[in-house]
Structures are given as C-alpha cells and as structure tokens.
C-alpha cells in the first residue's frame, strides 16, 4: 500500500495550536529545529461553499501558511495548469470541483464562509461571499481531494494548526511521544487520524488477505493428507510385504512422511515463485485496475513485506509436516497378514 501518495496532500502530524502566543510560539520553534521534521506550515481548515451564478458547491477549505520551502512540493506537482500564489484573493481548487462549476483558471468565484453564513443568518441580509480568483486547478485521482478540496496560500501567522511531514511517515508515532513529553495537554493528529477511512480499510485488506492465503494453504494441507491417506490404503498390500521383508516401521513410516513434505515444499515453491511475479507485475503493469478517479491511485496498490512471505513459507511447511502425521499413524496399525491376503 503506497502512503506516501496520500501524504502528498495531508501531513504526518497536525498539532492543534493553543491559541496563548508564547506556547505556541516555543511550539514552532520546537518543530522548526526537530531534526526529524521535514517541512512544515501553519493552516486552518474550515467547511466552505462557492457559487458561480446560479451554481453552489460545498467545499473543504485550508488555508496554508508554508514555513519551509518543499511544504507544497506534493501539491505543486499534481497542478494540471497554474500554481498557489501567495495571495489571499487567489485559490486552487480540485479538477472535478472546477468542472461541476463549470469554471477554469482566471475565473471568479464567490467563497462563502461558515462567518459570513452566520453573519448574514444574525443580520437578516443577503448572503454574500468574498470573490476570489481561480489560480491553478489539479487533479490528484483521489475522489474526495478532487471533487472538494480548495487551498488558498495565506500569509497571516493567525493559524489553528501546525501541519508537519516527517522524514518518513514511519517516525509519525515516535514524534508524537516527543510531543507529547515536551509540550503537555496537546491536541494532535496524525496521517492515520486525518485518513482514517482510508487507512482502516487497506488495514482490513492486510488482515484478510492474511486470514484468505492461511485458508488456502490449510486446504492444500488437508489435500497432502486426503492424498497420503488414500496411498496408505492402496499401498496396503505393498507395506505388509516391504515389512514381511525386514523393513523396519520407522522407515516406511518415513517414506511416506518425506513424500507429503516433499509435495508441500514444492508446493510453497511454486506458489511463492508465481506469487511474487503476480506482485511484481502488479506493482509495474496495474493488472488489477481500479474505476478512475475512485481511489488514491488507479491500480490495486502492492507492498512488499518480506517478513508475510516468509511467515507464510514456514507456516504452509509446517502443515504439510502436520498433514503427514494422520497417514503415518495409520501404517503403524497395518496388520501384516491381513495385508498379504488383500487382493
């Protein structure tokens, strides 16, 4: 599952601020010289509309002031035509949302905020936004991003957020503890908080992935142990003589077992060896392609977790061993004459 695109949009962490200027003050300060932190903005987020004549939209707002230089990089890099100006009166907005407005760079729209809604609901007067100028449109191929999303470059310091990428996403719970111990009683966010949705279901997708691969495995178990057992039955005949012969127990039993671990090795070989060339063209061609325009990214997205292969290889090894376990028992039982005299 590839995260990092979704980062492009959202930060690792998002720490509330206090609202009392020296704490927030030392916060950023704090952030800025984390060695950890990557780059960094002061935001504020905020249910919108706009409307363009007769058309209105419901839209999510965020206005971005960036502390370091590289903050917009992942957004600059999805603009389809026209950038994020540090202006307070130009905005960029999703592909789609541009599209339902019927509006494109250059043109005007009337941004309505949740002040000037309960302004004009206390005052009895019409409802009247504040224009803004379409600055740049992009497109992301995520759904939500794409049919909701504004963001409008806003120099003023008075911000309700800081928004922080890390180095790498996997520090995101290590530097919350940091946070946590330095600075007390904070409100903060992290990537798995703000796309929460997204990340339960490709979380629910890992575990029955894993729950579906150990069913089938299990099945090929009891397929080695179907196969040994009715072996065992016709053999019948075969081990009586083998034991009549001098043969010991132990090594017809030992036959039998090395045949079953035998199957399931190359067993796990295959499947393992067809299995990561399925995933490695997955990850390059997109076999398995998704709607466009519904998820993050338009084919069904790959990772690799060595630590899942191998479990895998030990576990489907194992039950192969554990599937030869009924057969042999039952060979141990086999009366000798009663096996000659089978025909």
Do not use: C
Not at 7 to 13: A, T
Not at 61 to 71: E, Q, R, T
Not at 252 to 273: D, K, Q, Y
């Amino acid at each position: 599952m590839n995260y990092e695109q979704i980062l492009g949009y959202d930060p690792h962490v998002r720490v509330k601020l206090s609202g009392k200027s020296d704490i927030d003050k030392s916060l950023i300060n704090y952030v800025r010289e984390s060695k950890d932190m990557r780059d960094f903005a002061l935001t504020t987020e905020k249910k919108s509309a706009l409307r363009v004549k007769d058309n209105f939209k419901v839209a999510r707002l965020l206005y971005i002031n960036p502390m370091s230089k590289n903050y917009l990089d992942g957004l600059n890099q999805s603009l389809l035509f026209g950038k994020l100006q540090p202006n307070s009166k130009n905005l960029i907005m999703g592909s789609k949302l541009a599209e339902g407005l019927d509006i494109t760079r250059g043109d005007e729209v009337e941004l309505i905020t949740p002040e000037a809604l309960e302004k004009s609901a206390r005052m009895f007067r019409q409802l009247d936004g504040s224009k803004y100028v379409v600055s740049g449109i992009f497109y992301s191929s995520v759904k939500d991003y794409d049919e909701k999303q504004i963001y409008i470059y806003d120099k003023s310091p008075k911000k309700d957020f800081i928004d922080i990428k890390l180095t790498d996403y996997d520090l995101t719970d290590e530097y919350v503890t940091k946070l946590q111990t330095s600075y007390k009683d904070l409100v903060i966010f992290t990537w798995k908080d703000l796309n929460s949705d997204f990340y339960r279901i490709m979380q629910f997708e890992k575990v029955m992935t894993i729950v579906v691969l150990f069913l089938i495995i299990l099945i090929s178990a009891f397929n080695i142990l179907a196969s040994l057992s009715m072996t065992v039955v016709q053999k019948k005949k075969d081990i009586s003589i083998l034991r009549t012969l001098g043969m010991s127990k132990n090594r017809i039993v030992a036959i039998f077992r090395n045949e079953g671990i035998f199957i399931g090795v190359i067993g796990t070989i295959l499947g393992t060896t067809i299995g990561l060339i399925l995933t490695y063209l997955q990850d390059t061609a997109g076999l398995i392609m998704f709607g466009k325009g519904i998820t993050i990214q338009s084919a069904f997205p790959i990772s690799y977790e060595y630590e899942v292969y191998v479990a895998i290889v030990v576990v489907s090894i194992l039950l192969s061993w554990g599937a030869t376990y009924l057969p042999t028992k039952r060979i141990s039982k086999i009366d000798i004459l009663d096996g000659i005299r089978e025909e």
